[in-house]
């Protein structure tokens, strides 16, 4: 923002503003927690049911509205009262009475609490916006001590002293009003209000007095002392639209209405409070004020009234009848921020309506005031703005746009639509004038409240005032004006800065329509961007002058050229967006070709615009300097683009055509050749004289010569189809010549300058040996564009007929490149519209060629090919028989499969599949489709079946899994003649595992299949032959065997373990361990006679191994065995353990006896599980190995097995001793509570409310409450609390069941605390209350249960856990198991589901009992 001191001139207009244009002066300090102020309602005012809307404020429907002083009356919802946070505020002996002399507390404020919110900053918005607000001295005015401000057509101030001093708008001071003894008397001017025809002017004085001046005169027209209570400071003072009303504001929060009248030449003034501030204080006021031009809208006549107090926002109308129309609360705020309003006319679809923006903090709310056809106002919530500062002002400048200003003392200028931030100010130079010391009323003595006063210390209302469009602000010493800079001004003042490209992105916005808070841009859209465009061309001239000024002399060339590079593309941006192509093209070219690297940059900067063809129409010089520039630099794949999209007319063509080529730019060239000179067939015959030659010489092509071979295809394609080449479209009425052209051109039977040696036709033979199949599929999509004329038709078979002379008269093409021609013509030839002509016997010839059994390179390729040829509709050309041979004689399966299809012989395709050893494997899926796919009939599919079955061996050994799923989806009912089919043994064994082991991976149903037992044990048979290590595995996944024919196998083949598994699994287990035995034995047999006669250690592997199985066998089964049954078991294998050891000579220990004692060890460790531990230790004592006296060997066992009682000893008595101290607590507990007395609260029932001894005459029992309720019998019985559960009557307190409604579940931990355990629990865990104390109370029953009274004292004791007790989870387990008895959690039977403690998300287990809670 930029100082402007000698701005002598206030621009304003004829005075149409009031209180909104007002600039008072006064010290605003109030925050405060009570509520607004009560109405004194005259007798005539009628309060009716006016509603606002409540959609928009999401307000519920209520039966009865409430009235403004109900609602003005309201309580705080806050029980706390207010707490000062700074009790410096407000330490009035150290306060100047006038403290609104002193400068701006911006200084000072570092400490304040709205700092905190400047968490957040907005991005600069100086670089898109540019300097939004111009800033003035009003050097003329601020020669003044002043206090308090209003601006209209004239300036009043009032000063410190009493005086009012009124200056004209050229600043000259026209009267002076007022004396100093006056303001001796009533003290500083604390408030201002001129009226809307600027003849009025109304003081309010900081010891409460008011004055009405007349501003054409200067006489002193009222003095009004008696309007409002006296000790208070006026805060604001207010002219509403009618001149005869207006309204005041003062210290003690009051709002009084005051009625100016002239009766017989007396002037008198009627004061009519609207709102007291003994319930809450207003300290901010806001009538609505319309301009002329608006004096007629609807609303005018409500004449509203915007109030602010220190909790909520009212606004009434004052006429017809007082009236509320809306309250809105502002919700959480910091107590010592500011409350603001300010109206403002805007238009909101169409319509004007006045808009009402508050704010008290960092939110401000908008709201549109409307009014309806039935005559009813109604408020619409706008969109609000979230801020990270707190206000201290609010001001509209226009209806776009707002100022703000914040506790820091910078102002924000805010765009409201888009809420986007244009400019921050700071005008802490201004030394704003605070009205703290109103606020506070120091002046009468400080008799305002704590809130209002810390309100104060951020009140300025007095001194900022808006009129015309500009905002004054009152300092200590001066008066500062600000206002919108015009369009221009903030464009010049960015060039004053030097800020060109921020410059010309403003002005471009403001070309568009896209700036905000736009000043002096008027007439219809075209008007406005002329002119902004004529400025925006001034602008370009300085900035290219300026880029040739600041160009570094010397130093290096890139220096020069990344200065260039930042400051030309702006220049081409710009003119281009204003579509100034002849200044670009001539005063901006000529300007920056002074330099030669600003020339080569600005050449540079057109290629993207060309090549997006957002540039046409270049002039020939640029267009030549272009293209040199990028030659010279190299860069030819540049100037290729760029030429292409260029209009080259006007260049040399033949220098370009020769640059093009030499650089090898062929789209380039072929480009200038079509465009210059409408020249098509030119390129084409320079193309083909670089890549004819060395394809008819059967070299191999460079990539270079590929590439202009496959752009040659793609050109004549693009000819052909009326496309122009490399982008656009040939001009319609050259299309049938240029395609006549081309078709003449490449059935030339010579070329120019041709040689004696060359072939006929060389144009279509080059293009048949460079991409045989691209050229045909050119040929085929320009013959598909082909109309109907004879013409066509006549290049058609003319282009036919040379193809077929060229190919099938030569031996050097492929069978791929003949297969190509051949689909090609076949093609062409089965369009039901075709008119070419083809000799049958061509085809014969190439049918022949390509089934040439004499060579046998390119078998593939040439199936591959003859198979597209048939597909393609060559069919038709060929006797089928013959071809079937020849097809079968080449070994082409695919083209016999083709073939046979089409007869629907589908039983000989599967031959061709299993002939052909690439596709061999497919015949699986394909048997598959046809047997289970509807739509083949009956016959077909038998056929396939019996083929499939025939050749049932080869499809097994192909692949056994395959096959073995065909024949379990197809052929379950004869398995058993596949079977018999397959006489190969191993492929049988293959065939049976894919079939029967699901472990092969093949999903095929077992309970569909029902294959007999038999086939199984064939399968297991042949298993035992080959793979006899998997049997055992395989048996426990196959179901369907017999177990006698299967162990007779297994013993054929002596597989002892199958058969050991086979007899346990039949229940056979002696058996099965004698067999395991005699292993183990024939194992340690050949261990000892091979310790004895060799001297090498044979491993114990064998013997380990096998007795590990047969001890898993005795484990597996002692569980269902007797004791003698186990004896029978273990013994025996124990005996064969120590066997080996008793045959080793005592003298010369046997070499393994070591090992064997470790493995008879493991044998005593799994018996001892199952055998006595006495009848072990005498088997072993018996035994001679141990029993010669010495315990040494056995003692590593007896020591074991005395260790393991130990422990088990240790764990019981742990165990026990936990459980009796859990027990002893618990019941110590529990008999603490039901012996504990109840102490009621009162000596009355709570029902009756008698006192319970008048009424023991009727022998009524007394019941009283642990919660301290007494209550008669009786009267609990007709209120139904009573509870009937087993026979026995339980008691709920009616009041704290009442109380708790629904019965709350009482589980939290605060009422817990409290002790207010109720019988609301009655839905979970109830409470129930017995008598205790009277005689007549009643007994428990004689049942073994717990009686109600115990039951609440269990409770309470269960509630003393964290956790779940150890008794309650016992208790409840016993529950589990015992149906029958009393469940002590339960509730009635019409609670709700019981919930166990083990699904409480709190249970824990806990090994010690907690610490007792004392009450």
């Not at 210059?676 to 070299?699: H, T, W, Y």
């Not at 050994?957 to 024949?967: D, F, G, Q, T, Y």
């Amino acid at each position: 923002m930029e100082n402007e001191p000698d701005h002598e001139n206030v621009e304003q207009s004829l005075c149409a503003k009031t209180s909104e244009e007002e600039l008072n002066k006064s010290f605003n300090l109030e925050a405060s927690l009570s509520k607004f102020s009560y109405i004194d309602m005259d007798k005539e005012l009628e309060f009716k049911n006016d509603l606002i809307d409540d959609k928009e404020f999401d307000i519920p429907q209520v039966d009865t509205p409430p009235t403004l002083e109900s609602i003005l009356n309201e309580t705080d919802d806050e029980d706390e009262s207010f707490i000062l946070e700074d009790p410096t505020l407000l330490n009035i002996d150290t306060i100047d009475s006038h403290s609104y002399d002193t400068s701006s507390v911006a200084s000072s404020d570092s400490g304040d609490r709205t700092n905190l919110k400047r968490k957040k900053k907005l991005p600069d918005s100086f670089s898109l916006h540019g300097s939004v607000m111009r800033h003035s001295l009003l050097k003329g005015i601020s020669a003044q001590i002043v206090s308090a401000a209003a601006v209209s057509s004239l300036i009043a101030v009032g000063t410190s002293h009493g005086l009012a001093l009124i200056f004209d708008q050229n600043q000259a001071l026209r009267l002076c009003l007022g004396s100093t003894s006056v303001g001796g008397q009533y003290g500083a001017i604390s408030a201002l209000s001129i009226n809307n025809d600027c003849s009025r002017l109304l003081c309010g004085f900081a010891k409460g007095q008011i004055t009405m001046w007349d501003l054409a005169s200067g006489k002193l027209l009222r003095s009004i002392t008696d309007a409002h209570p006296p000790g208070t400071a006026i805060l604001h003072i207010k002219f509403t639209d009618d001149p005869t009303l207006a309204i005041c504001n003062d210290s003690g929060g009051s709002v009084f209405e005051l009625t100016f009248k002239r009766v017989m030449g007396v002037r008198t003034c009627e004061s009519r409070c609207l709102f007291s501030g003994s319930k809450g204080e207003v300290c901010c006021i806001e009538p609505l004020h319309s301009k002329p031009e608006l004096k007629d809208h609807p609303i005018t006549q409500f004449s509203l009234l915007a109030m602010a107090s220190l909790t909520k926002i009212l606004v009434i109308g004052l006429k017809p009848s007082l009236k509320v129309w809306m309250t809105f609360p502002y919700g959480r705020m910091d107590p010592s921020s500011v409350p603001l309003l300010a109206w403002h006319f805007v238009a909101v679809q169409n319509y004007v309506n006045p808009m009402l923006a508050f704010c008290r903090g960092d939110v401000v709310h908008f709201l549109l005031v409307k009014r309806d056809e039935s005559g009813a106002i109604h408020v619409t919530k706008q969109k609000h703005l979230h801020l990270y500062y707190d206000l201290i002002n609010f001001t509209w400048i226009n209806s776009r746009t707002v100022v703000l200003l914040d506790s820091v003392e910078k102002l924000h200028v805010i765009d409201r639509q888009t809420q986007e931030e244009l400019e921050t100010v700071e005008i802490s130079e201004v030394q704003l004038v605070y009205n703290s010391s109103h606020f506070k009323s120091l002046a009468t003595g400080g008799n305002v409240s704590q809130a209002l006063a810390l309100v104060g210390e951020k009140a300025c209302y007095q001194s900022i005032s808006s009129y015309g469009g500009q905002i004054f602000y009152l300092g200590t010493k001066s008066v500062y004006v600000m206002m919108l800079r015009s369009w221009r001004e903030r464009v010049d003042h960015l060039l004053k800065q030097d800020c060109l490209t921020e410059a010309l992105a403003l002005a471009w916005s403001f070309h568009e329509g896209k700036a905000k808070a736009v000043v002096g841009l008027s007439g219809d859209a075209s008007k406005r961007k002329a002119i902004v465009a004529d400025r925006m061309v001034e602008i370009l001239f300085h900035y290219a002058d300026r880029a040739l000024k600041k160009c570094p002399d010397q130093g290096k060339i890139q220096v020069m050229e990344q200065h260039f590079q930042d400051m030309v593309p702006v220049i081409v941006d710009y003119c281009l967006l204003l579509q100034r192509k002849d200044l670009l093209f001539s005063q901006m070219y000529d300007k920056l070709s002074e330099n030669s690297v600003a020339k080569g940059v600005f050449l540079e900067c057109l290629e993207p615009y060309i090549l997006s063809d957002k540039l046409v129409g270049i002039t020939p010089q640029v267009m030549k300097d272009l293209i040199v520039h990028f030659q010279d630099k190299k860069l030819m794949e540049n100037v290729e683009a760029l030429i292409v999209h260029m209009d080259i007319t006007s260049l040399d063509i033949q220098q370009v055509v020769l640059m093009c080529w030499e650089n090898r730019l062929y789209d380039a060239m072929i480009y200038v050749y079509n465009r210059g000179m409408n020249e098509f067939i030119s390129p084409m015959e320079k193309l083909f004289r670089v890549i004819a030659p060395p394809l008819n010489a059967g070299k191999t092509l460079t990539d270079e010569q590929v590439v202009m071979g496959n752009k040659l295809l793609v050109y004549i394609s693009c000819c052909l189809a009326g496309r122009a080449y490399p982008l656009g479209d040939i001009p319609e009425d050259l299309v049938p010549l240029v395609k006549n052209q081309v078709f003449e051109f490449l059935i030339r039977l010579h070329s120019a300058e041709a040689s004696p040696e060359e072939e006929i036709y060389p144009y279509i033979r080059t293009l048949l040996h460079f991409d045989t199949r691209e050229f045909l599929n050119v040929l085929a999509l320009t013959f598909e564009d082909f109309k109907n004329d004879k013409q066509a038709v006549e290049y058609q078979q003319r282009i036919v007929d040379i193809l077929l002379k060229v190919m099938v008269e030569n031996s050097d093409f492929t069978p791929s490149q003949v297969g190509c021609l051949f689909t090609f013509l076949a093609r062409q030839l089965a369009k039901p519209d075709n008119t070419l002509f083809v000799n049958r016997t061509l085809f014969d010839q190439v049918l022949e060629f390509l089934c040439s059994p004499d060579d046998d390179s390119r078998h593939s390729e040439r199936q591959q090919v003859l198979l597209e040829l048939l597909q393609a509709g060559g069919i038709v050309q060929f006797e089928e028989s013959r071809l079937i041979r020849m097809a079968e004689k080449a070994e082409f399966y695919q083209i016999c499969e083709f073939m046979y299809e089409r007869e629907h012989q589908y039983d000989k395709i599967i031959d061709c599949y299993l002939r052909d050893p690439l596709r061999e494997e497919e015949v699986f899926n394909y048997i598959h489709n046809i047997l289970s796919i509807p739509g083949h009939s009956a016959e077909e599919k038998q056929s396939v079946w019996q083929k499939a079955m025939d050749h049932i061996e080869e499809l097994v050994s192909l692949k056994p899994c395959k096959a073995a799923e065909l024949v379990a989806t197809h052929f379950s009912g004869h398995i058993e003649t596949v079977i018999k089919k397959l006489q190969n043994q191993v492929l049988l064994f293959k065939f049976l595992r894919s079939l029967l082991d699901p472990r092969e991976g093949i999903h095929v149903n077992q309970e569909l299949l029902q294959i007999s037992p038999c086939i199984t044990e064939q399968f297991i048979e042949l298993l035992c032959q080959f793979n006899p290590t998997q049997v055992i595995e395989t048996l426990q996944v196959l179901e369907c065997y017999r177990l006698e024919e299967t162990i007779q196998i297994t013993q054929k083949y002596q597989l002892h373990e199958v058969t050991a598994y086979l007899l346990e699994k039949k229940g056979d287990i002696h058996g099965a361990f004698l067999i395991m035995l005699e292993r183990l034995q024939s194992k340690l047999q050949e261990v000892t006679h091979q310790g004895e006669n060799t001297k090498e250690d044979p491993s114990l592997k064998d013997v380990e191994d096998t007795m590990v199985e047969t001890i898993a066998l005795c484990q597996r089964n002692s569980h269902n065995l007797n004791q003698q049954q186990r004896e029978a078991l273990w013994f025996p294998l124990l005996e064969a353990m120590m066997a080996p050891q008793k045959l080793s000579s005592s003298a010369i220990p046997h070499l393994h006896s070591e090992a064997l004692k470790s493995l008879t060890m493991q044998v005593l460790n799994s018996m001892a599980a199952f055998i006595a531990l006495p009848s072990i230790l005498q088997r072993i004592l018996q035994d001679p190995v141990y029993g010669k006296g010495k315990l040494g060997e056995i003692q590593g066992l007896i020591l074991g097995m005395l260790d393991t009682f130990n422990y088990e000893q240790t764990l019981l008595e742990t165990t026990t001793s936990l459980l009796n101290q859990d027990l002893h607590w618990s019941l110590c507990n529990l008999r603490a509570s039901v012996t504990r007395g109840l102490n009621p609260k009162q000596d009355y029932c709570s029902i009756c409310l008698q006192q319970y001894k008048r009424r023991q005459e009727m022998a009524d029992e007394i019941i009283v409450f642990s919660c301290g309720h007494l209550y008669h019998s009786f009267c609990l019985q007709n209120k139904e609390c009573t509870v009937e559960f087993e026979g026995q009557t339980r008691w709920t307190c009616y009041k704290c069941s009442s109380s708790n409604k629904v019965g709350k579940l009482s589980e939290n931990s605060s009422e817990i605390k409290k002790g207010r355990i109720t019988p609301s629990q009655v839905k979970m865990s109830p409470s129930y209350h017995q008598s205790k104390g009277d005689p007549t109370a009643k007994k428990g029953t004689s049942e073994p249960v717990l009686d109600p009274q115990q039951i609440q004292a269990f409770d309470q004791l269960c509630r003393l856990y964290r956790g779940s007790s150890r008794l309650a989870l016992l208790t409840e387990l016993s529950q589990n198991r015992s149906s029958e008895s009393y469940r002590p959690f339960s509730g009635s039977q019409s609670a709700p589901a019981f919930n166990s403690i083990f699904q409480n998300e709190n249970f824990q287990l806990q090994l010690i009992p907690p610490p007792v809670t004392e009450d």
